[in-house]
């Protein structure tokens, strides 16, 4: 019982000013060159490999965006950030905060359960790893020093959820040598939409010559521009029986319900509002405490997809939707030396709690059809009153998640200019999550409701713990000034547990047998198969007038269905594993401002539970990397060309679908494998600075998708099929991603003047793995996008006009459906439609 994703591509896929130079770039502000623009315009420093290096100089395919071009770009979240990465992709459920990253076409689809695999792609604000199941944790852009996107496996240094990549957001630190800051605001209107804009400003205060404060509020409104129209459903009413009286259809003459109350135009829109504080204290010359503190409440309404049955930028909702996503995270990083080593301490406590009203009429609706022959839900299901009368069988979807991670990291570092260099350290993480969903039908009888719960059809009430616990280490040996050799290591364990209720009610009737047992008669789920006094599961007990439940493990639950009986009562289902994840690198430099390089590296997700007993847990997925890359500087900087080719095995992947009952289900799929290359070129020709940037994935099944598990992916036997045949393409990601950029300076008056065209294109990708699946539910057709800026900086002063979507070109990002029913009507996520705005800043 859970939403379903198809999914999707960002809009504008590739690095469109990834690398250019900061000839163009300074035309901003004086405080925002910042440390990843050191004191030469030309170099971008990143600490990917957890030490600060020029970028060119790191033998990984890494891109940085910078603050300056995080400004240019007009970035202001999750969405605008990745359209400029060209290895990553995404799914989503459409709101902010829902989004489950890919990288690098390492994308099997249908990911995003609470209750399911963790992330492949690693998100790290700061020092601190931020990643949650179910939906990244979108931070608002401001004040930003630079986005870092590494991609390929970076579980040496980054864990097991850097299994495809890592995204590092790191914050501007505070500064002692003076007193600045700096407000924005913005305003825009998005074609036949609304209004939007957002108001942001930051202080850096010194409080001695060793200790700065700073700090960063914004308030930030998405305008909304998909409308909810009236419309009508209705849903079987009269069964028709054959002569020998067992039903044999219906008549769509039922309950017919409408959504007036709910019709309204703009029905999508976001308010953001949150702050960051840190203060930088040097204790001494060589040790400084970070503490940091962030916090952000994000408010959706409505639903950001559309129907395309319903029209363009049209949806039909019956019930209230929205989404509420909070968090505060407190940080602290400890940096010092002992002798001439670094050694650094990272910890952070992360609380987030979401919450959202979803509607489910699509499940209804696909359901009352499904079973139609039998008299539809009207009839085959009991969805009555407790007078026995039939009710109106729509539903809607009351849910929450309450995260938790408490994460810890000591590492030590040997001086970065020695030829034998040496990074290590350990690592602990342990991340809860308490789960709500309430599958909700108004005036559900108690009778056949979740008991305890009159009109919760189906009820989640679990409690998740993962816990990562790691040694790594990284070693580089300088063979010659042009040789380096490096090897690294993670040894990992993990230890995964889930606990609680899943599943329908059970009439609480003379012997738990009354009719009908429950809504939807399940046997497989629910209170049947809870844990009564005896250590048996209720549907196991003879003679059931005598079973006594035991309460519920978990608070806000009947019972407990999933768990184990440890003879006086019931443990968490726990996934525990070890291993180790491994990197080897050797780069050579020929001659200044070229360097080649070849790696060899390992990733790592850990396995987990699925929560229905028959299908078992399933077990870890592994990512072999093999790559050959270059970077090159050329003409003091002013032309850059960076480049890599990657073949990748993922092997014996965890896929994600809809089993019966629409229930998420985990399997241990075939092995893929992915070809492709990225790059990216720049050219400053002052004053006219050009980028271009691609990226090309070729993923395809090395063996058969079966429908059931077949080690063999023969596909053979009994209720077995093929569900996707060896060479079929993975999900999500298109084979090609393309974006340029040009940037023209030029004076007017005291101010300079700047205008910027970016296009980017993305090609056509499919919308699930399983090929009959994804027919029914259409590909994601190829678009490209037109964006124009033109603006000036005076001293001290900025304003920029621009438009978004110049053509108003319909990109498809996702496509979803409610249910794994629900193919006939699949959910469109587009690229925001035409947007015209107006920019401004100013220092202090």
Request: charged share 15%; with cysteine.
């Amino acid at each position: 019982m859970h939403h379903v994703i198809r999914r999707s591509v960002p809009a504008a896929l590739l690095a469109t000013t990834a690398l250019v130079p900061a000839v163009a770039l300074a035309q901003t502000a004086p405080q925002q060159a910042t440390e990843a623009e050191l004191d030469d315009a030309n170099v971008i420093v990143v600490t990917a490999q957890k030490r600060s290096e020029n970028l060119q100089n790191v033998p990984i395919s890494i891109q940085a965006l910078g603050t300056a071009k995080l400004s240019q770009l007009n970035v202001t979240d999750f969405n605008s950030y990745t359209q400029q990465l060209p290895s990553v992709t995404f799914q989503s459920l459409g709101s902010p905060g829902t989004n489950v990253i890919y990288m690098r076409g390492v994308a099997s689809g249908g990911d995003g359960n609470h209750s399911g695999s963790l992330p492949s792609v690693g998100v790290y604000l700061d020092e601190q790893p931020v990643t949650t199941v179910g939906g990244n944790l979108d931070v608002h852009i401001y004040d930003i020093a630079r986005i870092e996107s590494l991609s390929g496996p970076q579980g040496t240094l980054y864990g097991a959820s850097s299994e495809a990549g890592t995204i590092r957001i790191i914050t501007n630190k505070p500064d002692t040598t003076r007193f600045y800051g700096r407000v924005d605001s913005t305003v825009n209107k998005v074609t036949n939409g609304d209004w939007g804009g957002r108001l942001e400003g930051f202080i850096n205060a010194p409080l001695s010559d060793r200790a700065a404060l700073r700090v960063v509020g914004y308030y930030k409104r998405d305008a909304g521009y998909i409308d909810n129209v009236a419309g009508r459903r209705t849903f079987c009413g009269t069964t028709l029986f054959n002569a020998g009286g067992s039903a044999i259809g219906c008549l769509k003459d039922g309950i017919s319900v409408t959504n007036n109350q709910f019709v309204k135009q703009n029905y999508n829109d976001t308010e953001i509002a949150g702050g960051r504080a840190a203060l930088k204290v040097d204790l001494d010359d060589n040790w400084t405490v970070t503490p940091q503190l962030m916090v952000q409440d994000t408010r959706s309404h409505g639903r950001y997809l559309y129907d395309p049955k319903v029209g363009d930028l049209k949806v039909q909702s019956f019930y209230p939707e929205f989404r509420r996503d909070r968090f505060i995270q407190a940080a602290l990083t400890i940096e010092g030396k002992i002798g001439n080593w670094d050694l650094t301490y990272s910890g952070a406590y992360l609380d987030r709690k979401a919450s959202q009203s979803s509607d489910y009429t699509d499940y209804s609706e696909a359901y009352d059809s499904l079973y139609e022959s039998a008299g539809g839900l009207a009839y085959y299901f009991a969805y009555v009153d407790s007078t026995g009368k039939t009710i109106d069988p729509r539903q809607n979807v009351i849910g929450s998640d309450h995260f938790k991670k408490n994460s810890q990291e000591v590492r030590i570092a040997s001086p970065g200019t020695a030829p034998l260099r040496f990074v290590g350290g350990l690592f602990y993480q342990y991340q809860s999550n308490d789960i709500h969903q309430d599958y909700k039908i108004p005036n559900l009888g108690a009778a056949v409701s979740v008991n305890g719960s009159p009109g919760t059809l189906w009820l989640t009430q679990q409690h998740r713990i993962d816990r990562d616990y790691a040694a790594f280490g990284e070693i580089s040996y300088d063979l010659s000034p042009t040789v380096t050799l490096t090897a690294g290591g993670r040894l990992f364990r993990y230890d995964n547990s889930l606990i609680g209720f899943f599943g329908f009610g059970r009439n609480p009737g003379s012997q738990f047998t009354a009719s009908p047992s429950n809504a939807a008669y399940s046997s497989r789920t629910g209170v049947i198969q809870c844990f009564t006094q005896s250590g048996k599961r209720l549907t196991d007990v003879t003679g059931t007038s005598a079973a006594v439940l035991l309460p519920g493990v978990v608070p806000g639950s009947p019972c407990t269905n999933l768990g184990v009986w440890n003879g006086s009562g019931v443990d968490p289902v726990k996934a525990t594993g070890d291993g180790a994840t491994y990197r080897f690198n050797a780069t050579w430099k020929p001659r200044p401002g070229l360097m080649m390089y070849g790696t060899v590296s390992r990733g790592f997700r850990p396995g987990g539970i699925n929560r229905r007993g028959d299908f078992g847990a399933y077990q870890p997925d592994y990512l072999m990397n093999y790559e050959l890359g270059f970077k090159t500087t050329l003409a003091d900087g002013l032309i850059r060309l960076n480049g890599a080719f990657y073949m990748q095995d993922w092997k014996n992947f965890q896929f994600s679908f809809l089993g019966p009952n629409s229930f998420t289900v985990i399997v241990n799929g075939p092995t893929a494998r992915i070809k492709g290359f990225d790059v990216d070129a720049t050219v400053n020709l002052d004053p006219l600075t050009i980028n271009f940037a691609g990226a090309y994935a070729d993923a395809k099944l090395r063996n058969n998708l079966c429908k059931a598990i077949d080690p063999t992916f023969a596909c053979t036997g009994a209720g077995n099929a093929i569900d996707a045949p060896v060479g079929t393409r993975l999900p999500i990601t298109p084979q090609w991603k393309m974006s340029g950029t040009a940037r023209y300076a030029f004076p007017i008056g005291e101010a300079k003047g700047y205008a910027q065209v970016n296009g980017t294109y993305q090609g056509r990708s499919t919308s699930d793995l399983r090929v009959s699946f994804a027919q029914a539910i259409g590909d994601l057709p190829a678009f490209g996008q037109v964006n124009l800026a033109l603006g000036a900086n005076w001293k001290g002063y900025m304003m920029e006009l621009f438009v978004q979507n110049v053509t108003d070109e319909r990109g498809q990002l996702t496509r979803s459906i409610s249910c794994g029913q629900c193919t006939a009507r699949p959910y469109i996520l587009p690229n925001q439609p035409r947007t015209i705005g107006l920019r401004f800043g100013a220092d202090f």
